[in-house]
């Protein structure tokens, strides 16, 4: 039996960890499931890195979510007492609850986000899929996550929640800075971005309030279970949740995907062969490089043993989905993407009651776009400039800077 009483030895996250985090976690891996981390803000917090450990605490409630005492944690940690306000709204919402605040939360936004909402979304997808391709049929060099996988979730996710298009580069800025990891010291831009952030959102809301229209933040404005409606406060949250969650996660679905089906160009080809594995290949996609490294913090509200390995209370936990579907224990040759094979029970999406609610319009749009592409382009490949990749700097999102590619 595993010594429970020693503590794990300390690994760390450095400048190198986002190029290639798999082969820091097959270090780990070697050492076990369950790590203690210290994170470039110098903090020491828990990774879950083991398949079977990650499902599990995935849906241990004693890993609670709730916003307010994660910032605690935190504090105490980095021994300061301030926090940010506008931040700490944002992350308010169902991701940042347990229950039963969560469960009244989901159960709202369900009124509002159904899967036949999200069925009807297919030719409107499939429409924004064909015209940002039309714009690059004279090309024969682009840049795929700026001209295709970028603008094709965030449109889509823009006319569902009812947000201006015009606005993309401003909330995308804007989350991309409240994303991406703090160093030593506060990251000046987190603050500003976050109130940015709050303001846009809660102008919006107000606009739909007073003249509601058919888009999905006006459903979340009116959606009513009996009487219980969401607060303002509540609806700037999920708005901001359902805004990074709707565009971020599928437009690093689409660009890690691509990115590693065109580094093997038989499996690229076999595909192209077969449209119809196109929705087998995306779950390999989710599986071998999904758009989530870590999912976003929980705490221990009590001691928890995983993995032979006791965390004790008041600890701040992250899970590793992206290390758990590559774990040998679970997955067979995990080290490589096997775009004909039947991926099953991967963590890309989370697991239990957290699981993620826009994984259906996610897997939707991420089938329709390589199935334009492989239509469109069947020659498509990496330029010179891509075989060195650019990673975002981000423990939440996995994802390129960057994706030049060559139609001819």
């Not at 490089?289 to 221990?300: I, L």
Request: glycine content about 6%; some cysteine.
């Amino acid at each position: 039996m595993a010594d429970t009483t020693a503590a794990p030895r300390v690994e760390s996250i450095g400048a190198d960890f986002f190029d290639d985090p798999h082969a820091h976690y097959r270090r780990w891996r070697a050492a076990g499931p369950v790590h203690r981390v210290r994170f470039p803000d110098d903090v020491v917090r828990w990774v879950i890195i083991g398949y079977a450990e990650a499902r599990a605490a995935l849906a241990d409630p004693r890993l609670a979510k709730d916003v307010g005492q994660v910032e605690a944690i935190l504090h105490e940690k980095r021994r300061v007492t301030r926090s940010d306000p506008n931040v700490s709204a944002l992350l308010s919402h169902m991701l940042g609850t347990d229950p039963p605040a969560h469960t009244r939360l989901r159960k709202l936004v369900n009124k509002a986000f159904t899967a036949k909402q999200v069925a009807g979304l297919r030719p409107r997808i499939e429409q924004i899929t064909e015209d940002l391709l039309d714009a690059t049929a004279d090309r024969d060099e682009f840049d795929l996550m700026e001209e295709f996988a970028n603008p094709l979730p965030v449109t889509v996710i823009c006319e569902l929640l009812g947000v201006p298009f015009a606005d993309r580069d401003d909330f995308q800025a804007w989350t991309r800075a409240l994303v991406t990891v703090v160093g030593e010291g506060e990251d000046e831009e987190r603050p500003a971005a976050g109130a940015a952030m709050v303001g846009y959102l809660a102008d919006l809301v107000r606009a739909k309030q007073a003249d509601p229209a058919d888009d999905l933040l006006s459903e979340l404005v009116l959606a009513d279970d009996d009487g219980d409606r969401l607060t303002d406060k509540e609806l700037v949250s999920m708005a901001f949740l359902l805004l990074v969650a709707g565009h971020e996660t599928t437009v690093n679905l689409i660009g890690n995907g691509m990115n590693a089906l065109l580094r093997d160009r038989a499996q690229w080809q076999a595909l192209c062969a077969d449209p119809a594995a196109v929705p087998r290949a995306i779950e390999e996609f989710l599986r071998f490089d999904g758009p989530v490294d870590m999912a976003t913090v929980r705490y221990t509200a009590e001691p928890v043993t995983l993995g032979g390995t006791e965390i004790p209370p008041g600890e701040l936990v992250y899970v590793s989905v992206a290390a758990a579907n590559r774990d040998p224990a679970r997955f067979t040759d995990p080290d490589t993407l096997a775009t004909d094979g039947h991926t099953t029970g991967h963590l890309a999406f989370g697991h239990g009651i957290h699981f993620c609610v826009g994984a259906p319009l996610a897997r939707l749009e991420a089938t329709i776009a390589v199935t334009a592409l492989q239509r469109r382009y069947p020659d498509l490949r990496l330029a010179p400039a891509a075989l060195t990749p650019r990673w975002q700097t981000s423990t939440l999102i996995r994802g390129l800077l960057a994706l030049p590619v060559l139609t001819r």
